[in-house]
């Protein structure tokens, strides 16, 4: 898609003053891919040469916004963490051609904040905190799930920048279940959810994604049983937030959240009998 509305490319390491029509570029694959009658000047976060993807003094996963697909999923193959596996299976869950595997960022993904959009499953569901970078130079820090607040809707302020998105250390150490649906065998996530199973206090979670307009994540303190995660998804998901498009009907997509939403219990239970503890 040409943006033929674009009149300026800028390098984003030198500093400017932020105005109507600007846009950050990361790795384009959304800006390039319809109309965005809109913009009028690039910001090319390209060179600012934050390293992609590290493991911190403490032991959390930092992920920069430009890191790409394919250089979180290279990194997650040398990740000794019980959540590793996740990592890889939401990068897969793109299903995305060579070009875009290789261009699309994680801060994209976020910043589009779509339903189907696997890198705010993945960052969600391990308690990742965005770090938002403003014009003046101040910095905010947000949780994922307070990030996404709709279909495409995002706290995101005007000129403020995702730096990166950290995912605590003690989030990796978590055993995680991982069910995605769609109506087509390459079609896009219709219902993405994810539970992970504390292994020090025995939390479990279930984040909820691509079935809602907003991630949604429900805790449960005790091993649940079948009634307690039914009852968790019907009184923490409003029926209006059942995303509707032509990738799934709203009562489909509520129906599917219900079904994965046992599986992924029962595969918990069954983690936690293995390790000599009781599961329901």
Not at 24 to 31: A, D, E, S, V
Not at 44 to 49: E, F, K, N, P
Not at 226 to 236: K, L, M, P, S, T
């Amino acid at each position: 898609m040409d943006l033929n509305t674009v009149v300026e490319l800028r390098d984003a390491r030198q500093r400017g003053t932020w105005r109507p029509g600007d846009a950050w570029l990361g790795g384009g694959t959304y800006l390039f891919s319809e109309p965005q009658p809109h913009i009028r000047r690039l910001i090319d976060l390209s060179r600012m040469g934050w390293e992609p993807v590290r493991l911190t003094p403490a032991g959390d996963l930092e992920i920069a916004a430009t890191c790409t697909i394919a250089q979180l999923s290279r990194f997650a193959l040398t990740l000794d963490r019980p959540a590793a596996p996740l990592v890889e299976q939401c990068c897969r869950a793109f299903l995305a051609s060579w070009k875009v595997w290789h261009m699309a960022t994680v801060g994209g993904n976020l910043c589009n904040g779509l339903p189907a959009g696997p890198m705010i499953s993945l960052t969600a569901a391990l308690d990742g905190v965005c770090t938002l970078l403003s014009q003046d130079g101040a910095v905010r820090e947000l949780p994922v799930e307070d990030f996404v607040v709709g279909a495409g809707v995002k706290d995101l302020r005007p000129g403020e920048l995702l730096r990166s998105v950290v995912l605590p250390a003690r989030a990796l150490e978590r055993r995680t279940a991982f069910r995605q649906a769609s109506l087509h065998g390459l079609g896009r996530s219709a219902a993405l959810l994810i539970g992970t199973l504390d292994p020090f206090d025995g939390e479990r979670v279930l984040t909820v994604t691509a079935s809602t307009v907003r991630p949604v994540r429900l805790r449960f303190p005790l091993p649940p049983n079948a009634a307690a995660v039914r009852e968790a998804i019907g009184f923490g998901i409003e029926p209006q937030e059942y995303y509707d498009d032509i990738h799934g009907h709203p009562a489909w997509r509520r129906h599917m959240t219900f079904r994965l939403a046992e599986e992924i219990r029962g595969e918990l239970a069954g983690a936690r009998h293995e390790n000599g503890e009781d599961g329901r």
